[in-house]
């Protein structure tokens, strides 16, 4: 049998009627044999399902997906237009060829709106007039700040700082530095308006 270029070697005709054989016996509801199906063949279908993805999670996902169709539709199977092996692997091929295409749509979907809003008018001048006056704002809070809790911020945000080189810089220990640092954040917050 060849799905979509992938040759998968054909089954017996013991094995191929045993399998049309439990999916007669699932449409009846029958549990135990969807167990023994699902047993059989969803080595195989997970196989077909990763070559065409390709991604683990999401063939894993549609293996259940395709178990789950098997279940609710097993009544649909008709032995006599095939074998029951090539009815699960022709509706795993279908649903992974369907999630392909549903994530291809969904990133055309995603570039069509990128580009959409690319055309939106961009009002550059507005956007550093908001930027200076922010800054004018930050500036204006952290003077209210005391001078230690300002030293720390300013070498962390504006200098690039890490921490303990901030306490080796002011020769303070870390601990005084972290306590400066999360009081003048609050403060600042406070002097800014900004809840947390």
Request: proline share 3%; net charge negative.
């Amino acid at each position: 049998m060849v799905i979509d270029g992938f040759d998968l070697p054909d089954e017996g005709s013991d094995r191929a009627d045993h399998v049309g054989d439990l999916i007669q016996r699932v449409a009846t509801g029958d549990r135990d044999a969807f167990a023994e199906l699902y047993d059989a063949l969803s080595p195989r279908a997970f196989g077909l399902i990763l070559r065409v993805l390709v991604d683990r999670a999401q063939s894993e996902e549609v293996l259940q997906e395709v178990f789950l169709e098997v279940w609710q539709s097993a009544a649909r199977f008709t032995p006599k237009r095939g074998q029951g092996r090539s009815w699960v692997l022709t509706i795993a091929h279908r649903r992974a060829v369907d999630r392909v295409r549903s994530a291809q749509s969904s990133v055309d979907r995603d570039v069509r709106a990128g580009f959409r809003d690319m055309d939106v008018a961009y009002d550059n001048v507005a956007e550093k007039v908001e930027m200076k006056i922010e800054g004018r704002r930050v500036v204006d809070a952290l003077a209210a700040l005391p001078e230690a809790q300002k030293e720390a911020l300013t070498l962390a945000y504006f200098g690039g700082y890490s921490q303990s080189e901030i306490a080796t810089l002011v020769g303070a220990p870390l601990g005084t530095v972290k306590t400066r640092m999360r009081d003048g954040l609050s403060r600042l917050r406070m002097e800014m308006g900004v809840d947390k």
